[in-house]
């Protein structure tokens, strides 16, 4: 019999990892609702033609598609696989695909409700997603996104409430020193294809998009082969100096587009005011920066860390002024996704988790299962319940069996104290404490138990 694992690309995680990955998304959570932001969940899959035509070419390959059940698969496309013609193949077989991200779930979701939305809808939303890609350090196929966006609100504030949005998050992990913000704006690469005659713009920013994959001589020759020169793109978007110097030199170069120049503006706008109230946000802005998603339409932005343990972004996102027009509706949003994998591994790498989620408590007190009258079981419960209500967590341990064993358990899940009481102590109406992590042990009136734990509650030892 071969050993079970689980599908390439997705993972399980330990308790400890759970309480860790709770412990982010509620940092995000609490963040974001602190700022306005309102809940919302999507199923996790969607009609393919929600999801197909929305993330390019390179997107639409990394969905996973559902195999129709039933009847329905009578109506595969048989011809169609003769003929080599794998996409009509698919598309005869399989009517839904998993949840590639939440934005476009979201402009499904705001189109199909926009009656009963108040706009701007602020939302945010923590839900796996799923992508055919190739699984590598920090890039799985089955992850986390948590996003937030605001729809239904052109301002630029609306970039700056995000953006800030990010800041508080990364403040409240200890992590704002570790990483960057880098930043940029469609309409500044559509001024520079504009001023350079560049025909096919989607071809140039997902060309531009690989610069971090394949480097500066990579794109390079990709822009050779679209018939492009190459050595003056590049003298444009890499730019040396401060952010004031770059934003000055791309605004000569620009000076003839005016979307250029109105991408310029912006980036000046949320740069001044993020200046006056986020003084310790590191920020950089990068001409390279493109963000491959065909829908962005003005701000794009990218969080990456300054270490060398985690590589890749750990936040992004951008303004998208169209993306619901193709559900029968016309609103602009803003939104930000925190790349929750990657966070994870730069939170771990900085050891910044709480160390009573390294500790992995399963309880603060363990009851024994000692030498107890059968009759008497009822009143280890009622004190369970008792315990349980102060919110002090507590388990019963479930089998009979000699007390050394039972103290090994407690010292393995590094629960601190152990609560005995046997035939002997229930004659006396009492109980024995024992304080794991000191190695002593009193014994006290059955009637104090609650008394007791109340004190041991307020304990640095049971603190939270």
């Given at each position: 019999m071969n050993k079970p694992t689980n599908p390439k690309g997705t993972r399980d995680f330990s308790p400890k990892e759970v309480k860790r990955r709770e412990y982010l998304k509620n940092i995000i959570k609490e963040s974001a609702e602190l700022m306005g932001f309102e809940p919302i969940e999507t199923p996790a899959f969607e009609k393919l033609e929600t999801l197909s035509n929305k993330y390019g070419d390179e997107g639409d390959k990394l969905l996973f598609k559902i195999l129709n059940n039933g009847d329905k698969l009578k109506k595969a496309d048989i011809d169609a696989i003769i003929q080599d013609k794998l996409k009509k193949f698919s598309e005869s077989i399989s009517e839904k695909g998993l949840r590639y991200d939440l934005t476009i779930p979201l402009s499904r979701y705001v189109a199909q409700h926009q009656q009963d939305i108040t706009f701007p809808f602020k939302r945010y939303q923590i839900q796996p997603v799923w992508r055919a890609d190739r699984p590598q350090k920090g890039r799985y196929q089955e992850f986390y996104q948590c996003d937030a966006d605001i729809i239904g609100a052109p301002s630029l504030f609306q970039e700056v409430e995000l953006l800030q949005l990010y800041h508080t998050v990364f403040k409240r992990l200890g992590a704002n020193e570790k990483v960057v913000l880098k930043i940029n704006n469609r309409k500044i690469i559509n001024g520079v294809c504009e001023v350079l005659a560049v025909e096919n713009k989607i071809g140039f920013i997902r060309t531009l998009d690989k610069l971090d994959k394949i480097g500066i001589e990579g794109i390079k020759r990709e822009f050779h082969s679209q018939g492009l020169d190459a050595e003056k793109i590049c003298s444009v978007i890499i730019l040396e100096g401060n952010n004031i110097e770059r934003l000055e030199k791309i605004k000569k170069f620009l000076i003839s587009s005016k979307e250029g120049q109105e991408g310029i503006n912006e980036l000046e706008f949320i740069l001044n005011i993020l200046g006056l109230t986020d003084k310790d946000l590191k920020i950089e802005v990068d001409m390279t920066l493109a963000r491959g998603l065909d829908y962005y339409t003005g701000t794009i932005f990218e969080v990456v860390p300054t270490i060398e343990?985690?590589?890749?972004?750990?936040?992004?996102?951008?303004?998208?002024?169209?993306?619901?027009?193709?559900?029968?509706?016309?609103?602009?949003?803003?939104?930000?996704?925190?790349?929750?994998?990657?966070?994870?591994?730069?939170?771990?790498?900085?050891?910044?988790?709480?160390?009573?989620?390294?500790?992995?408590?399963?309880?603060?007190?363990?009851?024994?299962?000692?030498?107890?009258?059968?009759?008497?079981?009822g009143v280890i419960y009622e004190q369970l319940a008792i315990t349980r209500a102060k919110g002090i967590k507590s388990i019963f341990y479930p089998n009979v069996t000699k007390l050394n064993k039972q103290l090994q358990y407690a010292n393995q899940k590094k629960i601190p104290y152990v609560i005995i009481i046997g035939e002997d102590e229930f004659k006396k109406d009492s109980f024995v404490l024992k304080n794991m992590r000191e190695g002593n042990q009193s014994t006290h009136s059955l009637t104090k138990m609650s008394n007791i734990l109340e004190d041991l509650k307020i304990a640095s030892i049971f603190a939270n």
């Open positions: 343990d985690v590589s890749g972004s750990l936040v992004a996102g951008g303004r998208y002024d169209n993306l619901a027009s193709n559900f029968g509706l016309n609103a602009s949003g803003f939104g930000i996704s925190f790349g929750f994998e990657r966070l994870y591994l730069l939170i771990e790498s900085l050891n910044l988790f709480p160390k009573e989620l390294s500790e992995n408590l399963i309880a603060k007190v363990m009851f024994t299962n000692f030498d107890i009258p059968n009759e008497k079981y």
